[in-house]
Structure formats: structure tokens, C-alpha cells
């Protein structure tokens, strides 16, 4: 099935990100599960949400696995499952709904369409995903966690301070799955946490 012909009222989203916790409007129904062929990092700078354009914030996006084996990543291995969410949106709402997402993910982000596995072991099932590509100019690529995690720790936006993002996907995640734990997000959580407490 082609994506234009995916029945309306049928469409699902994808969240991997603030998604998880700060949802889309207009939805009915909400499945923790997972897609795979994916590594979620925190390489899309934010100039819109967790940062300014003089001073950008750090995002999560997601690479093909492929292209991110290709490149020197301090992080050796990544979850083969990016566990995050998917929102099933009302019907007569999808078109108000794509127009709120295209302007909250509108710093780099494009549309793509994924399959997406439910935990509960129920079919799987398409849903748009929003990525931020490595040909996008807000894309950032691999970073030494340390200066990450003290960017991510000083960077603050017109919605609300970086760590905030990074801390809320970290306890977001904990509470999916048991396997849903992503060595990337709980490694840069742990340094921010230490800044914190050293502060």
C-alpha cells in the first residue's frame, strides 16, 4: 500500500522523543512499542524548543542504523529496538494534527513512514515518523558525551531548559518497558544529574 492511499482513518504517529510524554492532540489510543533499523542519538541541534538560534540545544533524532555503523561513534552499540510510542489521532482531526506537528518539528525535521511494533506483540502497523536526516543543516553528528551532556546542561529555549528534554525522555522510557532502556539517553542523564548535584 502506498502511503498516500493509508486509510485517514488509520493514522498513527510515531513519537521516539518529547513525544512520548508531552503527546500529540486529538488522539485516542497510545501503545508503547518499538521500531527497529533506527539508533536514536542526540545529534539534531534545537534553535526552536531547547535552544536559540544563537545559542542551539540538543534534540534526539533518529540515524539509519546502516549510516550510523559508518560513522566513529563514542557510543559503540545501540538497542536494535528504538522504543517510544505510537498515537492512533481522531479521524476528523489528522489534518489539524499534521498541521500542529509540521510546526513543532519544523527545526530540520522531515516526514518519514516507518513500521511500528507493538509491545504486546500485536501486529505491526505504519505510522509517521518525523527524523531529523544528516542532510539536514540542524544535524550535528557524534559528540564526546562529556561536552555533550554539559551542552545539553546549559542550553535553555522558549520551551524550557535542554536537561529538562533529556531528563523527561530518560524517566519516559523507564516507565515503557523493561527493555526499552537506551544506554545513549541514561549515560547523558546520569552526567547531567552529576552536573547538577556539583553545581
Known sequence: MDDSDQPVSEFWLYGYGSLIWKPPPHFDRRIPGYVTGYVRRFWQASED???????PGRVVTLIERPYWESLDDTYHSAPSKVWGVAYRILPERVAEVKEYLD???????????????PADGSQAFKTLVYIGT???AQ????????????????????????KDYLLGLDRA???????????????????VRALDASA
Open 139 to 162: 544535524f550535528v553528528g557524534p559528540q564526546e558525551p562529556d561536552q555533550l551532556a554539559r551542552h545539553i546542561h546549559a542550553s535553555k529555549g522558549p520551551s524550557g531548559l535542554n
Open 173 to 191: 522510557l523507564d516507565e515503557l518497558s523493561t527493555e526499552s532502556t537506551d544506554e545513549h539517553i541514561t549515560d547523558l542523564a546520569n552526567r
Open 103 to 117: 510546526i513543532r518539528e519544523i527545526n530540520g525535521y522531515s516526514i518519514h513512514f516507518t513500521p511500528f511494533q
Open 49 to 55: 524548543h531547547r535552544g536559540t538560534p544563537e545559542a
Open 134 to 136: 544528516p542532510d539536514n
